[in-house]
């Protein structure tokens, strides 16, 4: 079994300020991570997605992500934010890439407010 | 061109009716998800259609019954609705694989279901 723990449920940020949003999990396998965007009224968009390789993991809209599997963590960062990032955030694990595995866990979202 | 288009956006009705949102993929995808998003916005997997057939179907009340007549479309099905069925419900695919390396799945607008 698997799970995710955003431990921030809202983070308020001033503009072309840095953020981190933070993202823990725990599976019992290999984990496959990633990010989705929502904006109001809106489904979800992958943001970046970490499947092996490079633990440092870019992505859109300035985006980036660090696995940490020591930790068990991938927060996602961005170095100076916009108004038009604000929105809910998702993390979310699968234990593989196949079948009944592939089946995301989402956590339970983190809302970035930007502030002018 | 949408990719992943669901009808309708809102359904408001009473408890008790029967009820059914439509969800259609022109990403020629042969994978599709139904996800329930509660007032929290905790999103969890309700169902995932591979090829036509259910590969996951988590702990749903039956009163839910998902329907796939082609791998391009996975409809969702609501017996005698009850008021804890209020939420907004999301549809997504992705590839399996071999056939994919991005292993993305992408969702639908959402259909906000209010049980009155």
């Known amino acids: ?15 072309e300020a840095p953020v981190e949003l933070r993202c823990n999990y725990s599976s019992s ?23 092996s390789g490079s633990t440092l993991v870019k992505g859109i809209n300035g985006f980036e992500a660090e696995f940490n599997k020591s930790q068990t963590s991938f927060h996602l960062r961005k170095p100076s934010v916009h108004i038009s990032d604000t929105a809910e955030y998702f993390c979310a694990v699968s234990g593989g890439l ?15 407010t930007v502030l002018p | 061109d949408t990719a992943v288009s669901q009808t309708p956006k809102y359904l408001v009705t009473q408890m008790g009716n029967d009820k059914s949102i439509k969800c259609e ?3 020629g995808h042969d994978t599709m998800y139904w996800y329930k998003q509660d007032s929290k916005k905790f999103l969890k997997i309700m169902f995932s ?32 609705l009850e008021l804890g069925d209020s939420a907004v419900y999301f549809c997504a695919s992705s590839q399996e694989l071999p056939h994919s390396t ?8 959402g259909t906000r279901l209010t049980v009155t």
């Open chain 1, 98 to 112: 196949s079948g009944s595995a592939r089946q995301l866990t989402f956590g339970s979202g983190t809302q970035l």
């Open chain 2, 25 to 27: 993929q022109n990403l």
């Open chain 2, 102 to 109: 991005s292993y993305e799945q992408y969702f639908g607008p």
């Open chain 1, 29 to 51: 396998v290999s984990v496959y991570l990633f990010w989705y965007v929502q904006y109001p009224n809106q489904g979800l968009q992958l943001l970046l997605k970490y499947l």
């Open chain 2, 49 to 80: 259609y591979n090829n036509k057939e259910l590969i996951i179907n988590e702990t749903v009340p039956n009163r839910f019954s998902p329907k796939s007549p082609d791998k391009a479309h996975l409809n969702l099905h609501i017996n005698s």
């Open chain 1, 1 to 15: 079994a698997q799970s995710v723990t955003q431990l921030d449920s809202q983070v308020p940020v001033f503009e």
